[in-house]
């Protein structure tokens, strides 16, 4: 069981916009610790896709987009591509555990 | 160009023991906090140790605490990972990864290897 939760699976069109959410607790998210976002395509390392809760790297797409409130967190995609399928995880630190905690991961599929 | 390459994995008994090393280039190593962060076969992510630039300070999963180490050799700009009394349980991919900045507690894991796969069977 995730300190992190996420949806396992979510799934949309091309074009269309979804979101993932990550609900966490007082010690984590809601302690103001901030949330980072992962993609994993298959068979890859993950990348960082949005950092401190809302920021994008460089040459990750607008269409792409963080945000955090209270316990939780959410990643918006917009304008859904096929090379979006991926895994993400969100990310934060945990202070009762003294350590980094992710979610449990959720699979996007683009129909 | 910043990279990370994890070496050192491999088959290994259960109860038996392991050293990971990644090898870092393109920046300044010894002002990076540094992570390990596993991933079993079809799962999820889990963090496992992180430890600070200048190695004084380590943290680690309650899932490893007491049978793995983290170090580091700024000089070689080298991370490790020894693993011992290693269970089935273990079997993953380790990702050797940079944090973003300072404070840890609050950067992202910026850079991530490709992985080494530990597999723990008899």
């Known amino acids: 069981q995730s300190v992190l939760t996420q949806p396992p699976s979510v799934s949309g069109a091309p074009g269309q916009r979804v979101t993932i959410s990550c609900t966490g607790s007082?010690?984590?998210?809601?302690?103001?610790?901030?949330v980072h976002w992962y993609q994993q395509l298959p068979g890859t390392a993950p990348k960082v896709l949005i950092y401190?809760?809302?920021s994008r790297p460089s040459g990750v797409p607008d269409r792409f987009s963080g945000s955090k409130s209270g316990t939780s967190a959410s990643l918006a995609i917009s304008g859904l591509q096929a090379e979006d399928e991926a895994d993400y995880y969100c990310?934060?630190?945990?202070?009762?555990?003294?350590?980094?905690?992710f979610g449990g991961g959720t699979k996007l599929t683009v129909l | 160009e910043v990279q990370v390459l994890e070496s050192g994995g491999g088959l290994v008994q259960p109860g038996g023991s392991l050293r990971l090393s990644c090898a870092a280039s393109?920046?300044?190593?010894?002002?990076?906090?540094m992570t390990w962060v596993r991933q079993a076969p079809g799962k999820g992510l889990e963090w496992v140790s992180a430890?600070?630039?200048?190695?004084?300070?380590?943290y680690y999963a309650d899932s490893v605490k007491g049978r793995f180490t983290i170090s580091r050799d700024n000089s070689k700009n080298t991370l490790y990972l020894q693993m011992i009394s290693l269970r089935a349980e273990d079997t993953a991919i380790y990702y050797c990864?940079?944090?973003?900045?300072?404070?840890?507690?609050?950067?992202?894991?910026?850079?991530w290897g490709q992985g080494t796969l530990v597999t723990v069977s008899s």
């Open positions: 430890i600070v630039g200048g190695g004084g300070n380590t």
């Open positions: 990864a940079r944090f973003r900045g300072q404070p840890m507690t609050t950067r992202c894991i910026d850079y």
């Open positions: 401190d809760s809302n």
């Open positions: 007082s010690s984590n998210i809601g302690a103001g610790y901030d």
């Open positions: 393109g920046f300044a190593f010894s002002s990076y906090a």
């Open positions: 990310q934060s630190y945990d202070s009762s555990l003294s350590g980094w905690v």
